[in-house]
Nanobody, 117 residues
Framework: QVQLVESGGGLVQPGGSLRLSCAAS????????MSWVRQAPGKGLEWVSI????????YYADSVKGRFTISRDNAANTLYLQMNSLKPEDTAKYYC??????????WGQGTQVTVSS
């Protein structure tokens, strides 16, 4: 069965960095686009970034452009999100999601990122 397991979240001070990972299993990881999506407390889902199946094309929300980098290791079936220059408004639960056609069909359980001094 398809599984997506995020890790790497935690508490970090403003200006700090974190690297999130998403371990994928149960499907051919290298065949799918993958995304990071976040949800801040009391708010709706916010799309953060997407990467194509080969890793050569990436896109970002304006709110994270220039600070976050999405990448993937298809040999290791793992998706990453490098987050630099973190701000308090980046506080959220971060989810990885598989993109199939025009929808996200599988999601992980999420990892919490808290940016606070």
């Amino acid at each position: 069965q398809v599984q997506l397991v995020e890790s790497g979240g935690g508490l970090v001070q403003p200006g700090g960095s974190l690297r999130l990972s998403c371990a994928a299993s149960g499907f051919t990881f290298s065949s799918y686009r993958m995304s990071w999506v976040r949800q801040a407390p009391g708010k709706g889902l916010e799309w953060v970034s997407i990467i194509n199946s080969g890793g050569g094309s990436t896109y970002y929300a304006d709110s994270v452009k220039g600070r976050f980098t999405i990448s993937r290791d298809n040999a290791a079936n793992t998706l990453y999100l490098q987050m630099n220059s973190l701000k308090p408004e980046d506080t959220a639960k971060y989810y990885c999601a598989r993109r199939a056609y025009e929808e996200y069909d599988y999601w992980g359980q999420g990892t919490q990122v808290t940016v606070s001094s």
